[in-house]
């Protein structure tokens, strides 16, 4: 489980308060409270991507979120940040925060998971033996840069996978940013889909003046979340791109 937020454009101003939205999400999440009946904190690590016009920033930080300030980070670009909270018998520590990467002779890519895969089934489609000292999100990334043609097309063949082979054990939404290598095109894609729908696995896009987000329920509810901005909930089982 996790809460985690997507953006694009150039969102310097309203991201320390989207930050404190995401650390007050991770450190008391209410609606997973509403929904199961039983309080959680996402304070198995967090981490950070963005592809800025002349960088990339990249961490992951094996303490809770909430007792972090938000790094110094470019005010513009693609970013995915995300806080976590490990499904029980997955390993932890900074290795094993999001997003993961993955990079090739053309392309970098950066993916966050938000619930559980079938990391047996996707070890299986790789051909993979061991299973133990990776994440189910860290497998689902390899099998979708195992993937030939276009990042569109990696995703699409990604996803008919998530439900031919029966992968979501629970929700399966994935935020990606990524680089072309060889043309320098960057973007960001989203999606949403999930065994049992509900308001703690709902994402909802946010138009800013000059940036646009997907983000976790718990974060654009947040009392620290720009209130100026309309939320919608986005549609499941459809791929976006951000």
Known sequence: MC?????????????????????????????????????????????????????????????????CDLPLLPGNGAMIMHARKAAEGEPLGPLNCHPHHRSDSKLDAYLSHNGAFDKR???????????EGQTDSEFFLELLMSKEGSVLEKLRSSIKDIHDEDLVKSTGNIFLIYRDKLTGEQGAYYYSTAKKPSEYTSLYSVKGPDWSGVFSSTIVKSRYFPDSYKAEKVPMDVLFLL
């Open 3 to 67: 809460r985690m937020f997507m953006l694009t454009g150039d969102y310097s101003a309203d991201l320390p308060r989207i930050f404190e939205s995401l650390k007050d999400a991770a450190y008391d999440d209410w609606i997973y409270h509403e929904v199961f009946k039983r309080k959680i904190s996402h304070d198995d690590g967090w981490g950070y991507a963005v592809l800025g016009a002349d960088s990339v920033h990249y961490d992951r930080i094996y303490k809770p979120v909430f007792e």
């Open 121 to 131: 089934k996707i070890a299986d489609l790789l051909h993979v033996d061991a299973v």
